[in-house]
């Protein structure tokens, strides 16, 4: 799908407030309530849109601790990756996991309550996936920035 302005607009007003009302939002853009309605089922549709949620905070929930973990493998055979990563989806604690290239197969972000539950988590987890040969872990000591989405472009808008 392509973006056009509206669609731009629509999309940086729900990053700023996804709660907003549709009437509130088709306001925002210069739209009437059903073409906005519209607009925004097509842009759901299209997967523009991947879904809205409350971003609760980690802290909130105990979670005190990030870990970055580098995870490598036996090989990147594709029976390999798939087994790896259908393991990966399983374990609660991992927040995101990207396929990487370079020295490591993949990259973790994991939320732990502390260090003795991350060793609980590497233990238990980790330390039982297919096909790993090496863990490194690496504890955040302070968030910085933690953006949900990039930004849109008020120029593009």
Known sequence: MELDSIDLSILATLQADGRISNV?????????????????????????????????SNKALGYTLTVIVHISLSGQFQK?????????????????????????DYILRIAA???????????DWLSSLPHVVKINSSFALREIIDRPNVGIDPAMV
């Open 80 to 104: 390999t990756l798939r087994e790896f990563e259908d393991a990966i989806k399983r374990c609660p604690n991992v927040l995101v996991c990207y396929l990487m290239s370079g020295e490591y």
């Open 24 to 56: 509130a939002l088709a306001e925002a853009v210069g739209l009437s309530p059903s073409a906005c309605s519209r607009r925004l089922d097509a842009l759901e549709k299209s997967g523009a849109i991947r879904g809205y949620h409350a971003r609760v």
């Open 113 to 123: 309550k502390d260090l003795a539950d991350y060793e609980r988590i590497h233990r």
